[in-house]
């Protein structure tokens, strides 16, 4: 398969088709509430936490929790839908974005943005590293102040 497949290219009813195909294919019941929550979390531009999907989810889902939420979207991650966004923090932050991409965080708003750096994709493993561990992932994660914060700050 190509590996960038799940870009951000696809229409929003191409990545509901693929939700529904990994949900089945693990054996997870498509609810309308798991698919709002997959929505909510595909159209947020925001590496959402479980409260901000929360806070949208119950004006449709009224007797929803924010522990489903949670463990909905923890699920998620667990068969491969959605990833948590390393060095994050608390409360956890997921991301709809399976292509390979880099993160800036907003070390004072928290905002993180995703962006693509062919140099960063091609960065190499140290030896030592390589050699005791099996690499899977790599994920170059920037902090600092955002155009906003950082704007405020020189006030
Ligand atoms: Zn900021
Ligand atoms: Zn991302």
């Known amino acids: ?59 449709y889902f009224p007797n ?16 491969g839908i959605a990833k948590v966004v390393e060095s994050s923090g608390d409360p956890k932050r997921f991301d709809p974005q399976l292509e390979p991409h880099h993160h800036f965080r907003c070390m004072k708003c928290g905002k993180i943005v995703d962006f693509h750096h ?10 030592a590293i390589n050699k005791k561990f099996v690499i899977l992932e790599k994920i170059v994660h920037l902090a600092g102040l955002c155009d906003k914060c950082r704007t405020k700050a020189k006030r």
Not at 44 to 56: E, G, L
Not at 64 to 79: E, R
């Open 64 to 79: 929803i929790s924010l522990g489903t939420v949670n463990s909905t979207l923890l699920t998620y991650a667990k068969i």
């Open 118 to 127: 062919d140099a960063y994709d091609a960065i190499t493993i140290p030896a």
């Open 1 to 59: 398969m190509n590996k960038r497949d799940y870009g951000e290219h696809k229409s929003l009813q191409e990545k509901v088709r693929f939700f529904k195909k990994v949900c089945y294919k693990h054996g997870l019941k498509i609810t309308p509430q798991r698919v709002a929550i997959y929505k909510e979390l595909i159209s947020s531009q925001k590496h959402p936490s479980a409260i901000m999907i929360f806070r949208k989810i119950r004006n």
